[in-house]
């Protein structure tokens, strides 16, 4: 037998979640980027939204908020190919998908799907590869679509806690998942896998969720509880608050990366897969940080 109290808490909990799917009002994302290169030692954004290796971009259409992280592959530097012009290229080129109405919110996929086979189409060949992560806000459904290819990601806060989370797509160790255009003759030899190969998912959010988007440099670096200590931090939407927070975040695992006694998120993963390894590890990060709010014009 369910007690007064425990039944008014079942009666509140089905009005609020009656609230939230009739909800009339629009979401939108308040977001701020920050990262590090790694050839840097402070923050430092190359032209476009670059950081090092790795690419982002915030865009906005009248009917969703697009964001997106790439990291170039940092091998094809061996072969005389800058690894940031791929990253860069594909994520510029989603971004005017978005900007010009050109996608689905409900298909992120196609997002990168269209971005990819336009880089394939260029008359200039374009050499390179690059992982990539699109999140995608429906304004009016209040659902956060969502597509991964590799180890890039995002992760859902709600009340202190992950609440969604991608899913990291290895072939094996430290080799994601990844788009690629090969050198003519060469494609059979370089790794390349399809934008639809890349995990998707759609999930319900409330106002107030904070929604973190990075490259693995955050995430081979830091583990979700020193994330979450410092999104504790984030009081507010505004967004100075979101800049100084995804800063915070941003330069402690820079700082970690560094640190040649700390186990490192990778390094565990490396000595679970048999391998000597201690200490951070050294890579391009980028940090989208977003929090859900009410839209307004």
């Not at 998908?97 to 990819?116: A, H, N, Q």
């Amino acid at each position: 037998m369910l007690s007064v109290l425990s039944y008014g808490r079942l009666v509140a909990r089905a009005v609020l979640g009656g609230l939230s799917q009739t909800d009339g009002r629009d979401y939108s994302l308040i977001t701020a980027s920050y990262g590090y290169g790694k050839d840097f030692r402070k923050g430092i954004l190359k032209k476009g939204m670059c950081y090092g290796d790795d690419a982002c971009f915030i865009a906005r259409n009248r009917t969703a908020d697009v964001l997106g992280v790439a990291d170039g592959v940092g091998g094809w530097r061996d072969y005389g190919v800058d690894p940031s012009q791929f990253s860069a290229t594909l994520m510029r080129t989603c971004e005017r998908l978005v900007k010009e109405g050109r996608f689905t919110p409900s298909y992120p996929v196609g997002i990168l799907t269209s971005g990819y086979y336009e880089l394939l189409q260029n008359k200039v060949p374009l050499l390179g590869s690059s992982t990539a992560c699109i999140v995608v806000l429906d304004r009016r459904s209040h659902r956060l679509h969502t597509c991964n290819l590799g180890d890039s990601g995002f992760l859902v806060v709600r009340g202190g806690e992950v609440v969604h989370r991608s899913d990291e797509q290895q072939h094996y160790f430290n080799t994601p998942f990844q788009l690629s255009i090969a050198p003519p003759g060469a494609e059979g030899v370089v790794l390349s896998d399809s934008p639809e190969a890349a995990d998707s998912s759609s999930f319900d959010v409330q106002l107030g969720d904070i929604i973190l988007t990075a490259t693995d440099g955050l995430f081979d670096n830091m583990p979700d509880y020193m994330i979450l200590q410092e999104l504790k931090k984030l009081k507010t939407t505004n967004y100075d608050s979101i800049l100084q927070t995804a800063q915070s975040i941003a330069k402690q695992a820079h700082d970690l990366a560094y640190d040649p006694n700390y186990m490192s998120p990778f390094a565990q993963f490396a000595c679970d897969n048999g391998l000597n390894v201690r200490g951070g590890k050294p890579d391009d990060i980028t940090v989208l940080l977003s929090i859900v709010a009410e839209y307004t014009d």
